[in-house]
């Protein structure tokens, strides 16, 4: 079922499709004053890193999951230190995994979360080169043995749909059409430091599109496809899907945008009309998935981390009342997972989960949802590094996906979402993955 080139059909189609390919651009600023900014009302796929500081000096950047990559933002404070082959930034970095160094080959920046690094918090000490100049920042100025340490990331958790499919942490697209074929967009980010201007350093992302290419056929056959993450522990992005008998398959990802051989998860799912998956809904660092059966009982089914599955329970009465039930991940940046409902009549309603595989309030963004033909939540599409606070946390925030009748593909960004239109000519796919 798997093709690496795009066929000549699939090619006529795929070049139909535009995206938004213009870079984009999001400032950071480290000061040594907390940063203000509007709560973010964002749909997020992410548990988001507190972008936290030691008095306004040091901070973490990053989403604190497998794949995910941490680095230290905007050190405004260390630009006028000394500059040495050991340290051209004038700074070193010591990154911690729940307080111990992890090892030399791992002390580079940017950090990349591994598999082993799941359920751990990781955190880095930074040193001055020269604290004792005046020019090397006031707060380090007379100290030579200053030690400047970021707090800690969230547990980490395993890769979920936000760190999509090259191994890279990217936001991605998987499109599946009627016939059946799977056709990846791969995004690239590149990180850019701009210049110091008093007191702030502003760093950048910038984003393209990769060619797209086709990454499956024949996958018509199956009536619900869905990404759980992570859902064998390996760090790479897996899809599952369903077939008319009510099989669930697993088809692992290789973190290169392609499938290793697939394997049955399950069998008797066709009792249930939605399969979502969430991310980590229990708060045990394992990804989960969620389905509605025809009653409107909502079945927690936790993941094991090794592609197998711990005991299923109810989390949910009444959900029958939703046409469409969606998993964007982290919506209020409180690090908890939600889920989305889309009731008959086009109003969309938000659900906050606990973490702790139960619910903590709901809301809901609206009507006039009817219209569109899939909405899924995915990831940061910008990567979002700007600052916003949120319930006392600065938040790296996430995105929803739609496509519209005109097959318009929309950015929403906020629980009263303004949608930014990022490509044209979707309508050609069934849904996203």
């Keep these: 079922m798997i093709s690496s080139s795009l066929s000549k059909r699939v090619l006529a189609a795929v070049q139909a499709v535009s995206l938004a390919s213009a870079g984009v651009t999001a400032a950071l600023f480290v000061t040594t004053a907390a940063g203000g900014g509007a709560a973010p009302a964002a749909a997020a796929d992410t548990l988001p890193l507190h972008h936290i500081d030691m008095d306004g000096i040091v901070s973490l950047i990053g989403m604190p999951y497998v794949g995910s990559e941490l680095r230290m933002g905007a050190p405004a404070e260390f630009s006028g230190c000394d500059k040495t082959e050991a340290a051209p930034a004038g700074y070193t970095i010591e990154w911690l995994s729940n307080g111990t160094p992890l090892p030399p080959e791992r002390q580079v920046e940017p950090l990349k979360i591994l598999p082993e690094d799941r359920g751990n918090r990781l955190s ?3 040193y001055a080169t020269t604290p004792e100049k005046p020019q090397c920042g006031d707060s380090l100025r007379g100290d030579e043995n200053t030690l400047l340490h970021s707090k800690e990331t969230a547990p980490i958790a395993a890769s979920n749909r936000a760190m999509g499919w090259t191994g890279r942490g990217n936001f991605e697209l998987l499109g599946r059409t009627d016939d059946g074929d799977l056709v990846l967009y791969p995004r690239t980010y590149t990180y850019g430091l701009g210049a110091c201007d008093a007191g702030t350093c502003p760093s950048y992302e910038t984003a393209q599109w990769d060619e797209p290419r086709l990454v499956g056929i024949g996958w018509d056959v199956f009536n619900i496809v869905f990404s759980p993450g992570d859902f064998d522990g390996d760090g790479n992005n897996d899809i599952v899907a ?6 669930l398959y697993l088809y692992p990802g290789d973190g290169h945008g392609g499938w290793l051989k697939r394997s049955v998860v399950g069998t008797g799912w066709n009792i249930f009309d939605a399969i979502v998956g969430p991310g980590d809904f229990d708060g045990d660092a394992i990804n989960d ?11 927690l089914y936790p993941g094991d981390g090794d592609g197998g599955w711990k005991q299923p329970r109810v989390v949910g009465t ?13 919506l209020s940046g409180d690090g ?18 606990n973490g702790q595989g139960g619910w903590e309030g709901a809301g809901t963004w609206g009507p006039g949802w009817e219209v569109m033909s899939e909405i899924i939540g995915i990831g940061s599409y910008t990567h979002n590094l700007g600052e916003a606070i949120h319930w006392g946390h ?21 629980f009263v979402p303004t949608d930014e239109t990022i490509g044209t000519g979707w309508e050609i796919f069934r849904s996203l993955i």
Excluded: C
Aim: glycine fraction near 12%; avoid cysteine; proline fraction near 3%.
């Design 336 to 353: 908890d997972v939600d889920i989305l409902g889309r009731d008959y009549t086009g109003y969309m309603h938000e659900y906050r989960s």
């Design 289 to 299: 998935v969620l389905a509605r059966d025809a009653e409107g009982d909502l079945h």
């Design 394 to 414: 600065t938040v790296t925030r996430n995105d929803t996906i739609a496509i519209n009748p005109d097959g318009d593909l929309l950015k929403y960004s906020g």
């Design 124 to 126: 880095f000490n930074v």
């Design 242 to 247: 369903r077939d008319a008998r009510g099989d």
């Design 318 to 330: 009444g959900w029958q009342v939703f046409d469409k039930i969606i998993a964007p991940g982290d």
